[in-house]
């Protein structure tokens, strides 16, 4: 039935073509359809078990290389001599394959929940007329052609079409995102492409009445409902890998081919050489398989953001995916609701017209600041009885409260319809306190606001038992039913032009794109049967006008220059007017005064040419709906963009999950879309936004220095594995060395890479390329020269050792397998300790060089002796307790016994030393393929 527009057309014909009456269908009949239709609930839609979501974590190609070192751990256990340490690698490397898989498995858990959110919001339980009598039935038993009656307080089971209302409003902020209840009508309204806050005379599933009464016929229910079509979206949405996820896939695949080459290169050259037996030849291309795993990188990675997760919290952004930290530092675009993100979200009255002069009003927010200027003079409100003739209107035709703010974030909070709250707030600025108000008058009865009439009368009892009807409402409709005005101390009847002169002030008003509202009263001689609106609103003397607005947030304008200076594009995304978006537009700087301004019906004119033409210029979209959403974040990526995307209602939802980085707000987002986001942001601030993306920039930079540390760390150990073996001489450190360095070791310096302090001006220089490698030709470079250096210092040290012990002179000294048995006669030492001694050596120089070469990966653009060393406590702490790791490894008995470690000498120390003292002098900035970085850095460093 979705073919029909029922907002265009009358009541008569939604009943005629639901084939149904005012009066409902028949029990049989609502049978008959429910078979048809199917229940009135949400469905998931393509959804995989949670066993098929844990198996898919092992996947990856970083966790495949660790399961394939478990398997070859657990295979030289047991076919091999190496007294059990194959066994000890595969347990330690199997709890960090299962560490890694059960975080992840839990992160994807959670984002998959939007849709029993979803289903918490609907209905239980519906009023529904049944065989000519109101009956309660479990709401998901609706069926289209239902009539159900609605209430305040109620939520609305499904779509409908109302057929009778009586000051009937509904909030519909869960779709709209607008916190402005909407007026129903059951009259046509004749629209092109109209959103849902534009179909007053509808009601959608899963929406709250806020006031008065009426009643709907069923259009749409399930998954066919407003409210059915997000549910889809969400479900459909699919999460794209983050820019950090495509990086590890990235760097595990190129380390899985260089794993498989170099086995097979030594496995085959061993074989020809034929120096052993088969398994040892085999475990001897283990080793260097081993070597070449960065084992501890995954974990140091989710720890590393794990710690970010919690700095986030303390910059009020919690943090529900874990890779979004990260990614949060490649937005290159940030598409931000306006209510309550961009704006305060409390309404203000700016503008008061009366007496014919106009006052500003300063000010923003809930809060007792505030003073009156006319002309720019200071205004003293008292001295006027005009303006406060037009404030008690606004107090006395209000449904709104104020009470104090207990959290401290400004001085009142509104109970009720914002707008009616802010004439309360302005009216506190001036002195005029509620409570005085009404203590002067009582109000008989209300004469409600809808839609249609755009007004409201609040009849009160004053002073000497005397009748007074106040009215507020549209200035147009307001100002027609008036034919006095009090000016200048008296009410004399209104003339023509002075109601050219209030229409021009109505519209100056407009320009700013202010809500107007205007302010009226009559006495009234008699109590008026039933108080009739005819009757009531007529004759009314006008008093002014009062204009108000959503004002920016204190800190977007620092945050949109922030943004400016970092590459990054904001856009914002409102479902309120294009006048009002553009005003907030041009206030906080997103745009000139007649800047580009796309509607919601405007797309739908659009063919997907069109609007992928115009989505890379276009910074501000007004009248949007939930499907606009969903294209315009679609649009971006398809321009690879990385796009964080901000909601808080349900109709947010769908474009909140397909963005790269979804953001949900804390305090006025709905669970769905919580449960559909990334990020939640507790204060619902812009500027938290872009607080986070440069915590996420400076992760980024960690994480990149510790990949930096620990892959130059593993090209050492490959470098020597490779060259010692191809030159026909003994694995110059074992297995079980070479999982402590890489877990241990260089762990713990990598841990403090991660959360050591950022380089200067990380906001000041453009977000990465979307689709760049964290593996680029600088840091490549960088890698491959500090893991040759590395390689000759341990090569040194390992051929120095066999020298001086083992009597091993390069060149002259004959096969090893003869020499190792003639070693003995040589040296008096037997081979064993000839070897382990070596192999200590290497051990520690390896530990040794990487303490050292750690502080120069602090700073891609800055060698170490142009840092400041002493903010990074953490790293220094890492390196002591390393160090010490170290010495217990080879100075403690039983320990040196499992790691194969004989005690070293202080002439092996210095010559240890010695060897490393270049891993300080390796300059990281001339390495690059480019010096753009260097040029950002310095940059930087000059804005700074």
Request: proline fraction near 4%; charge should be negative; glycine fraction near 8%.
């Amino acid at each position: 039935m979705s073919e029909h527009e029922w907002h265009s057309n009358d009541v008569e014909y939604a009943i005629k073509h639901l084939d149904t009456t005012m009066d409902g269908i028949s029990s049989s009949e609502a049978q008959t359809r429910l078979e048809t239709h199917g229940y009135n609930e949400l469905i998931a839609i393509g959804r995989i078990s949670p066993l098929r979501m844990f198996l898919r974590q092992f996947t990856d190609p970083m966790v495949i290389i660790l399961l394939v070192a478990i398997v070859i751990s657990v295979f030289a256990s047991m076919f091999g001599d190496d007294g059990g340490h194959g066994l000890i690698d595969a347990i330690v490397i199997s709890a960090i394959v299962v560490f890694n898989s059960v975080f992840g498995f839990v992160q994807e858990y959670k984002s998959e929940q939007a849709l029993e959110a979803l289903k918490e919001m609907a209905a239980p339980r519906a009023l529904v007329m049944r065989d000519g009598l109101w009956i309660e039935i479990d709401s998901k038993e609706l069926v289209p052609g239902d009539v159900v009656a609605l209430e305040s307080g109620a939520r609305v089971p499904a779509d409908g079409r109302v057929v009778y209302a009586v000051g009937f409003g509904v909030d519909e902020a869960v779709l709209t995102g607008e916190s402005m209840a909407v007026r129903k009508i059951d009259d046509p309204i004749h629209l092109h492409n109209p959103i849902i806050a534009d179909m007053t005379n509808m009601v959608f599933s899963g929406t709250t009445i806020v006031s008065g009464k009426g009643r709907a016929v069923v259009t749409a229910t399930g998954m066919n409902t407003e409210f059915g079509k997000i549910a889809e979206m969400v479900q459909e949405s699919e999460k794209d890998m983050t820019p950090l996820q495509y990086d590890l896939e990235d760097l595990g695949k190129k380390l899985g081919i260089i794993v498989i080459i170099l086995v097979v290169i030594v496995f085959a050259a061993e074989i020809l050489r034929n120096v052993g037996g088969l398994m040892e030849e085999l475990l001897t291309a283990i080793a260097l398989a081993v070597s070449a795993i960065p084992e501890g990188l995954p974990a140091v990675v989710t720890i590393t953001l794990a710690i970010g997760v919690q700095r986030m919290v303390q910059r009020n952004a919690i943090v529900r995916r874990l890779p979004s930290v990260e990614t949060l530092g490649s937005t290159t675009v940030i598409a931000s609701d306006k209510t309550g993100t961009i704006t305060k979200n409390e309404m203000t009255v700016t503008n008061f017209f009366s007496n014919g002069m106009t006052i500003d009003v300063t000010g923003v927010g809930y809060n007792k600041e505030g003073q009156f200027f006319q002309e720019d003079k200071e205004f003293d409100v008292h001295q006027d009885p005009h303006v406060i003739k037009l404030i008690e209107i606004g107090q006395l035709c209000s449904n709104a409260l104020l009470q104090k703010d207990l959290s401290g974030a400004g001085d009142w909070t509104i109970v009720g319809d914002p707008t009616e709250g802010s004439l309360l707030v302005v009216a506190e600025k001036a002195g005029v306190p509620y409570d005085q108000t009404w203590n002067t008058y009582t109000e008989i009865t209300e004469i409600s606001f809808d839609s249609a009439r755009k007004r409201m009368t609040s009849i009160c009892k004053g002073p000497e038992e005397s009748l007074t009807a106040f009215s507020k409402g549209a200035p147009e409709v307001l100002l027609s039913l008036c034919s006095r005005i009090y000016e200048n101390g008296t009410v004399r009847p209104l003339e023509e032009n002075e109601r050219e002169s209030i229409l021009e002030a109505v519209a100056s008003f407009a320009a700013k794109a202010l809500r107007i509202l205007a302010f009226a009263y009559r006495d009234l001689d008699h109590e008026i049967p039933d108080w009739e609106p005819e009757e009531v609103e007529k004759d009314l003397v006008f008093v002014g006008l009062q204009g108000m607005i959503d004002p920016p947030r204190d800190e977007v304008l620092e945050a949109m220059a922030t943004c400016a200076k970092a590459g990054i594009r904001p856009i914002m995304i409102t479902g309120d007017h294009e006048l009002t978006a553009r005003a907030i537009a041009h206030e906080v700087g997103l745009i000139e005064r007649d800047g580009q301004v796309i509607t919601g019906a405007m797309i739908d004119d659009m063919t997907d040419e069109e609007f992928n033409a115009i989505v890379d210029t276009c910074s501000v979209y007004a009248r949007v709906a939930p499907e606009h959403k969903l294209r315009i974040v679609e649009a971006l990526k398809g321009h690879n963009q990385v796009v964080a995307m901000t909601g808080d209602g349900v109709n947010d939802a769908p474009a909140v999950k397909a963005a790269d980085v979804g953001i949900a707000m804390g305090i006025r987002g709905a669970d769905v879309t919580k449960e559909a986001s990334d990020v939640i942001l507790v204060d619902d601030n812009f500027a938290t936004i872009v607080s986070a993306v440069e915590k996420g920039r400076e992760i980024y930079s960690n994480i990149r220095k510790f990949v930096r540390f620990l892959l130059a760390a593993n090209f050492d150990e490959v470098f020597l594995i490779f060259t010692i073996i191809m030159i026909g001489l003994p694995l110059p450190i074992t297995a079980i060395q070479i999982l402590w360095l890489n877990l241990a070791t260089d762990g713990f310096p990598a841990l403090a890479l991660g959360v050591d302090p950022p380089e200067t001006g990380v906001m000041n220089r453009p977000p990465r390329k979307p689709g760049k490698k964290m593996m680029d030709r600088g840091m490549m470079s960088f890698i491959l020269v500090a893991g040759f250096v590395a390689f000759l210092a341990s090569a040194t040290a390992f051929f120095w050792s066999l020298t001086v012990y083992g009597g091993w002179i390069p060149g002259l000294t004959g096969p090893v397998v003869n020499w190792a048995t003639d070693v003995s006669s040589v040296t008096g030492l037997t081979w064993d300790y000839v070897l382990t001694h070596a192999r200590t050596t290497v051990f520690a120089s390896v530990v040794f060089f990487e303490l050292l070469f750690v502080w120069n990966c602090r700073d891609e653009y800055h060698p170490v002796w142009k840092t400041h060393i002493t903010g990074s406590k953490a790293l220094m702490i890492a390196v002591m307790f390393s160090f010490v790791l170290t010495l217990v490894t080879i100075y403690v008995p039983f320990v040196a016994v499992l790691f194969q470690c004989v005690p070293l000498n202080p002439l092996d120390w210095v010559v240890i030393i010695l060897a490393c003292i270049p891993a300080l002098l390796i300059p990281p900035h001339i390495l690059f393929g480019h010096h753009k970085e260097e040029k950002l850095a310095a940059a930087a460093e000059t804005i700074t």
